[in-house]
């Protein structure tokens, strides 16, 4: 707290009997509590995002909040050793296990069940928790220990869903690609309760919207800041029970982008490495970004240089979705507020000499990606499918045997669980 970090709680050994993605032995062996932390997004620029103003400002944010997390994380990380404790920073995001589809993006440690764990967030609707000050829109940072810490409280199972989502569900209608349901729930298991979400429909759906391959609405009347629209899905909704095509769109759509691999590799190095200093030396407070939009591009390009990642200086913009935890307020109207001006301000697309262009409608959308398509050279993408291919596979490919199993045993009793509550339900009634 000193820090500035207000919402930090933490788990015991006693409260982590969960998913294995909950599993602190996977990130460090003898690890017993962990400690986690949020810190908000910035509203003024979720407002410039939601209402298509400029994705510049949340995207700076978003630089400078996940390496501040880093560094207050390594901070009290530093601290416990120096107490005799084990402890370790754990990567905000891109820390992915070892999968042989590199694509399953199943994380080292998830940050959201030790938010939920640790007593500072609920389950929220969308997957993304929710936080009693600040709603969904927050980053999230967790420290693991082998210090034997006492407990926080944790909310009630399903706290956020009787008292907002139930009656909100305006994070399943900002999804671009409606990754989950609106009406339809599922359930997971967390220290013997079972918790409420909506039901996934594909979380390819969700990477497709999140890496921008597709950011047109299903009512075509809003896009996110993605680049491209998949053809195909402009007239007809995917099926999201055909999984194998859904992959197959995804790969070809982004491996055309030619800029793939280095949109990836800015969230991977933000999130997983600790640049000491440089942030603050490349980038403006978001009190100082000018209110010029190609000098905030410029401003984003160098940094994104700094970082020694070439190839995306025309549109330096990695974070173009998120869209169902920016809407999520603390309170149900100022939920309500940020979803209508998502849905109200129309559509952005690439324009002349590739320069986003906010417009009313998808017919005026249509006409300016007519005008002004985005190709990108044969031996770029070439070039990108094989760096992609590489960092992909050098990372994540590979195979968590011990996660499986744990995965197997999880879903069995995940399982009993479910049938233990209807039979309960039933007899009661
Ligand atoms: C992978 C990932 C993504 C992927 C996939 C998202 C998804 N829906 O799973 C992509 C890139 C698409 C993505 C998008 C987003 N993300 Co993200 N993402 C993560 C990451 C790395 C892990 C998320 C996670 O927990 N996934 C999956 C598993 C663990 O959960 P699960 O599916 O419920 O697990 C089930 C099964 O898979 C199984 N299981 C669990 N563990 C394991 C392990 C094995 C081996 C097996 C076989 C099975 C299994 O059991 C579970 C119950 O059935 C975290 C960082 C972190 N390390 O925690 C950030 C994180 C969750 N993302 C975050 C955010 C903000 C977003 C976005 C809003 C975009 C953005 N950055 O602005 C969107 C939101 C999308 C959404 N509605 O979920 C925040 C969450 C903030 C919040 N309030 O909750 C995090 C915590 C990053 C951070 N440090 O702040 N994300």
């Known amino acids: ?77 530093d601290y416990l050793i120096s107490l005799g404790y084990k402890a370790r920073a754990l990567p905000t995001s891109a820390d992915y296990r070892r999968s042989p589809y590199v694509f399953s993006l199943q994380p080292a440690f998830s940050m959201r069940y030790a938010a939920i764990a640790s007593g500072i967030a609920g389950q929220g609707w ?12 927050v980053y999230l940072g967790a420290v693991i220990t082998d210090a034997l810490l006492d407990g926080d409280l944790p909310l009630p199972a399903d706290y956020f869903y009787e008292t907002r989502c139930k009656q ?27 918790y409420t979400r909506g039901k996934r429909r594909s979380v390819d759906l969700c990477k497709i919207s999140c890496f921008g391959l597709h950011s047109l609405s299903y009512d075509r009347k809003w896009t996110n800041w993605g680049l491209h629209w998949i053809d195909d899905w402009v007239e007809k909704e995917p099926n999201p029970k055909k999984k194998t095509a859904l992959m197959a769109a995804m790969l070809r759509k982004g491996l055309t982008t030619g800029d793939s691999m280095p949109r990836f590799d800015i969230l991977k190095r933000l999130c997983t490495r600790l640049y000491p200093g440089e942030v603050s030396r490349f980038l403006p407070s978001l009190d100082h970004f000018p209110q010029d939009e190609s000098e905030r591009y410029r401003i984003l390009a160098a940094f994104i240089s700094s970082l020694e990642i070439h190839g995306i200086d025309n549109y330096p913009i990695p974070m173009v979705c998120g869209q169902c935890a920016l809407v999520c307020g603390p ?16 559509l952005v697309v690439p324009g002349e000499k590739g320069r986003m262009t906010k417009v009313e409608t998808y ?25 992609s291919l590489y960092l992909w596979h050098r990372y994540y ?15 069995r009793r995940m399982k009993k669980a479910l049938s233990d509550n209807t039979n309960h339900k039933t007899s009661s009634m």
């Open 1 to 77: 707290m000193d820090r500035g970090v207000q919402v930090v709680g933490i788990a015991g050994p006693d409260r982590l009997d969960g998913p294995p993605s909950l599993n602190l032995d996977y990130s460090m062996k003898g690890a017993r509590s962990v400690i986690s932390m949020a810190l908000p997004m910035d509203v003024s620029a979720i407002d410039a995002f939601l209402s298509k103003r400029s994705p510049a400002p949340h995207n700076l944010d978003q630089f400078i909040n996940y390496q501040r997390l880093f560094r207050v994380e390594t901070e009290l990380a």
């Open 126 to 137: 969308s997957g993304n928790v929710i936080t009693k000050e600040y709603g969904a829109a």
């Open 168 to 194: 909100c569900r305006c994070c399943a209608r900002s999804c671009p690609s409606r990754m989950f349901s609106d009406q339809e729930n599922e359930r997971y298991l967390l220290n013997g309760e079972l």
């Open 331 to 346: 309170e149900p109207e100022e939920t309500r507020r940020r979803y209508k001006l998502l849905t109200s301000s129309g």
């Open 363 to 387: 017919e005026e959308a249509s006409l300016l990606r007519r005008r002004y398509p985005l190709k990108s050279p044969f031996y770029r993408n070439l070039r990108d499918t094989f760096d």
């Open 397 to 411: 490919f590979g195979l968590d045997l011990r996660g499986h199993l744990q995965a197997i045993r999880y879903r």
